[in-house]
């Protein structure tokens, strides 16, 4: 089974990626967390990714696309994947599609988390994550036990830097002009639907699997 997860930031995509993940057992490959680790081990593809991620424009195509064709041939991604964050500009998408062509695969599906874009400058500003196992929280919607502190695992919360008000405010400038004109080329494509992102956590994992069966 291989899956796209689409959507705006703060949609819910690595909340419900990494739900999903577990439930079908097959990898979340997030192009985001793929570059963020990239970025603090200082690597090349990290140095060249850093100054685009924390402005909120988007890393070059050549570089995602590179990171996807290695990552997919990977033994754990044999029975499928799901992309979370990728493709996310029309040449992506048809990188994609030509890179599955000439290994005789292709995306099962396409599901797009719709969401207004207010709600979701306090999703991002109000995000934390673990810094051990990376389980995702929110301050108002998901908080955590103890402040601070993860329920999984006991590691500390950390907050993205580009999870500032100015920053999502551009990351979604750029959804709206670059990603989301792919929800017509999927569409056309004949594999993709969308659920409401704007329920609650628990009703969007279930809206998601029952597309996904
Ligand atoms: P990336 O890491 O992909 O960020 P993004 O697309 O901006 O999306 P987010 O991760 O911010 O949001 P999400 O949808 O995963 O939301 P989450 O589940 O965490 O990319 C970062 C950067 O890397 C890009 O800006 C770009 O520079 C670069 N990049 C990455 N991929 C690229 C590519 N393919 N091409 C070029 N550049 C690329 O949820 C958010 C918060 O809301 C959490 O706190 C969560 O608890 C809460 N929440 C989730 N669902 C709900 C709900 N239903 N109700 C209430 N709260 C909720
Ligand atoms: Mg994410």
């Known amino acids: 089974?291989?899956?796209i997860l689409m959507g705006p930031p703060g949609a819910g995509k690595g909340t419900q990626a990494r739900q999903i993940a577990e439930k079908y057992r097959i990898p979340q490959l997030s192009t985001g967390d793929m570059l963020r680790a990239a970025v603090k081990a200082g690597t090349p593809v990290g140095l060249k990714a850093k100054s685009a991620m924390e402005s909120g424009s988007l890393v070059t195509d050549d570089i995602v696309v590179g990171i996807i064709a290695d990552r997919t041939?990977?033994?754990d991604c044999k029975n499928g994947y799901l992309l979370d964050g990728f493709p996310r500009t029309l040449?992506?998408?048809e990188a994609l599609d030509t890179m599955l062509a000439q290994r005789k695969q292709?995306?099962?599906k396409v599901i797009d988390i719709r969401c207004d874009d207010e709600p979701l400058v306090?999703?991002?500003t109000g995000r934390r994550t673990c810094s051990q196992c990376g389980e995702g929280y929110h301050l108002q919607f998901k908080p955590t036990k103890k402040s601070g502190?993860?329920?999984k695992c006991g590691g500390s919360l950390t907050q993205r830097?580009?999870?500032n008000e100015a920053t999502v405010r551009s990351r979604l400038a750029v959804y709206h002009q670059q990603t989301a004109p792919l929800i017509d080329y999927y569409r056309k494509q004949g594999n993709f639907s969308s659920v409401d992102g704007m329920q609650g956590m628990d009703q969007v994992l279930a809206s998601l699997c029952a597309i996904l069966g």
């Open 91 to 93: 040449a992506q998408a």
């Open 149 to 151: 502190v993860c329920d």
């Open 122 to 124: 306090g999703r991002i």
């Open 106 to 108: 292709a995306i099962d």
């Open 161 to 163: 830097a580009d999870d």
């Open 73 to 75: 041939q990977e033994a």
């Open 1 to 3: 089974m291989k899956v």
